[in-house]
């Protein structure tokens, strides 16, 4: 069993950056890639970033490369999201799962087993 909890979301103005953490119960955190999903209001959830389970392989929607970054810290059971250059357009509640089938992670939700509540970010223009 894997608990996940979300925390850094907020309200920001365009072009500024959040950092989102994801924190992580249980003992098996490094045996799961982790993701970043988000729901934006009136949308499906949709995929955000991947890490694999080292940390050594990361994906990424096309939509946020180049301005965000996911990162873990097996040592502290917890992952990241850094987030810079916000658009109004990334405002959404953001979630982190756990998937612990796969070692890359993949951008298919149904792969995930384990989500956290989420977190809001509001991006003003």
């Known amino acids: 069993q894997v608990q996940l909890v979300e925390s850094g979301g907020g309200l920001v103005q365009a072009g500024g950056s959040l950092r989102l953490s994801c924190a992580a119960s249980?003992?098996?955190?490094?045996?799961?890639?982790m993701g970043w999903f988000r729901r934006a209001p009136g949308k499906e959830r949709e995929f955000v970033a991947v890490?694999?389970?080292?940390?050594?392989?990361?994906t990424y929607a096309e939509s946020v490369k180049g301005r965000f970054k996911i990162s873990r810290d097996n040592a502290k059971n917890t992952a990241y999201l850094q987030m810079n250059s916000l658009k109004p357009e990334d405002t959404a509640v953001y979630y982190c799962?756990?998937?612990?089938?796969?070692?890359?992670?993949?951008?298919?939700?149904?792969?995930?087993?384990?989500w956290g509540q989420g977190t809001q970010v509001t991006v003003s223009s």
């Open positions: 890490i694999s389970r080292s940390g050594g392989v990361t």
């Open positions: 249980g003992r098996t955190f490094s045996s799961a890639a």
């Open positions: 799962a756990a998937d612990l089938r796969t070692t890359w992670g993949t951008r298919s939700m149904e792969d995930y087993a384990y």
